[in-house]
């Protein structure tokens, strides 16, 4: 069976069983979409049953997919919606851990909740996630692809919180793939500004948008904001065959953010 509707992308997930956290909107929504039109099943994650079964209404290819909802934030959760992905599809082959919070405060304004909600789900849910999958993903030589942030590669001011969780994602991809290869591959994607609906609502609360919306486009040497479809299709890349001997990587896709400080170019120093 051929891959349905994938316009022509060459890489085949027929019948692969994969799951993606976070999968109700935004990047997430893309990647599980990219993948049923690649062939796969696909178990669609949001934290409610409300949120998930909205998803898959958008997607409208029930044969293929489940719904998996779920506090990624605690560990019972993270093994609940592993554990209803693999009995719906007898195993699994692919885990994407996209969920995420991020917020922006001063230091000063950073409070113990905060703290928590970020590490919850940033770091503990992503952690205890690939904890209840690789067993599964170890049988089927499978492979986990976390999503990280460019703001785990460089700091942020304003954001020092969300920036140390995203470099904890990092971090811990690169350990999990040394301790569980050969049998497991784990890799990470590290956006920069992503054009999602929870930037776009971000940016019209601004006292002027247009100028909010350009300087987010100027951030970027190559001053532009990526799309939801280019994050999904690297995930996949990386989550196929052709990137079998690619583990422990970090793939930032941020226009060239982390490259370097690009108010130096052409200075002699």
């Known amino acids: 069976m051929k891959p349905r509707n994938f316009r022509g992308y060459d890489l085949d997930f027929t019948d692969k069983r994969v799951l993606v956290t976070g999968s109700s909107r935004g990047i997430g929504f893309d990647i599980a ?23 898959m209404e958008r997607l409208a290819d029930y044969e293929h997919m489940v ?21 719906a599809f007898g195993g699994l082959d692919v885990l994407v ?12 304004d950073c409070d113990e909740a905060m703290w928590d909600a970020h ?16 067993p599964e993903l170890t049988k089927s030589n499978g492979n986990i692809v976390n999503i990280g942030s460019d703001a785990g590669i ?5 954001i020092t919180v969300y920036c140390a969780t995203k470099a904890g ?18 890799n990470c994607v590290c956006p920069g500004y992503v054009d999602t609906d929870m930037i776009r609502l971000s940016v019209k609360k601004k006292a002027d948008p247009e100028a909010a919306w350009q300087r987010m486009k100027d951030y970027s040497p190559l001053r532009r904001i990526a ?3 280019e994050i999904a299709y690297a995930v996949l890349y990386l989550a196929s065959d052709k990137a079998r001997n690619i583990t422990g990587t970090s793939l930032a896709i ?15 120093i």
């Open 119 to 134: 590490c919850d789900v940033n770091l503990k849910g992503l952690f205890f996630c690939c904890r209840a999958a690789i």
């Open 169 to 186: 994602v990092i971090n811990m991809s690169r350990a999990m793939a040394l301790e569980i290869a050969p049998d497991v591959r784990v």
């Open 154 to 158: 460089h700091g942020c001011p304003g």
């Open 227 to 229: 799309s939801t479809e």
């Open 254 to 268: 941020d226009g060239g953010t982390t490259a370097g400080d690009k108010t130096i170019v052409g200075k002699n």
């Open 33 to 55: 979409k990219m993948f049923l039109d690649a062939g796969a099943r696909v178990a669609i994650h949001g934290s409610t049953e409300k949120s998930a079964g909205a998803a």
């Open 97 to 108: 851990n996209n969920a995420g919070v991020g917020a922006g405060r001063p230091i000063a």
């Open 67 to 87: 719904a998996a909802p779920g506090d990624i934030g605690t560990v019972a959760g993270c093994e609940s919606v592993v554990a209803t992905a693999i009995e």
